[in-house]
């Protein structure tokens, strides 16, 4: 019972090529985020949607963009790729109605390999 | 600007031993406290989620405490199996409600040999 889907697993683009990656929930939560995981290193969240109003964090690149045409989807766009940018991405949910903190839900990711 | 430790980076044990994972962070006004499991390759788990007006949370053979003053949480796992190898990650967070920022440690990897 797969509740928060990321596509596809594994995303190989080259150097400077727009990607989007996608993830899609069934839990019907009002807060989507976006991490960004390189190798042996922690999380770190890039943005978030709380309902339809996007969050960005201060150091999150330019090159980093995100939509979310409903409250079932949200995509990350990243217009120009750079090696840097090599990363496992990962998607997460949580619901946020006045019944205080619920803990994240996170999807199974997405490596992006840079060419 | 909080940051989080995890201590020790790696640990390898043989099945059946009881052990303690460690997790630090500098600032200690935070709302809540969580552990994940990350398999390889995988997303995250949420194992556990303390708030900060609590001492500790269990579930089955996990028990995490947090001493929010001394900016620390300990994850203990009973009686280790193999299928507990995987990364524990714990994170920190100073949303009241609702939006949580996350801040993450960079985890200890844990392998469990029959």
């Known amino acids: 019972d797969a509740m928060v889907i990321q596509n596809p697993r594994y995303q190989v683009t080259q150097f400077g090529k727009p990607v989007t990656l996608s993830c899609s929930q069934t839990?019907?939560?009002?807060?989507m985020y976006w991490y960004q995981q390189k190798s042996s290193q922690a999380p770190k969240l890039l943005f978030h949607?709380?309902?339809?109003?996007?969050?960005n964090e201060a150091d999150t690149p330019d090159n980093f963009q995100s939509r979310r045409p409903n409250t079932s989807f949200c995509f990350l766009d990243i217009r120009s790729p750079g090696l840097g940018d090599a990363a496992m991405y990962l998607c997460?949910?949580?619901?946020?109605?006045?019944?205080?903190?619920?803990?994240?839900?996170f999807g199974d990711g997405t490596r992006l390999s840079i060419l | 600007k909080q940051e989080v430790t995890q201590i020790p980076a790696a640990l390898s044990v043989p099945e059946g031993e009881n052990l303690v994972l460690n997790c630090s962070f500098t600032?200690?006004?935070?709302?809540?406290l969580q552990w994940f499991r990350q398999d390889p390759g995988k997303g995250l788990t949420s194992l556990l989620l303390i708030q900060s007006s609590q001492r500790e949370q269990t579930s089955g053979r996990l028990n995490a405490s947090l001493d929010k003053s001394s900016g620390r949480s300990t994850l203990y796992i009973a009686a280790s199996q193999p299928g507990d190898s995987a990364t524990y990650l714990c994170a920190v967070s100073r949303g009241e409600t609702g939006f949580q920022k996350l801040v993450f440690g960079t985890g200890t990897r844990l392998l469990v040999s029959p």
């Open positions: 949607y709380y309902d339809k109003d996007f969050n």
């Open positions: 997460a949910t949580s619901r946020a109605r006045g019944v205080g903190v619920q803990p994240q839900h």
């Open positions: 839990l019907n939560h009002n807060v």
């Open positions: 600032d200690s006004a935070i709302y809540n």
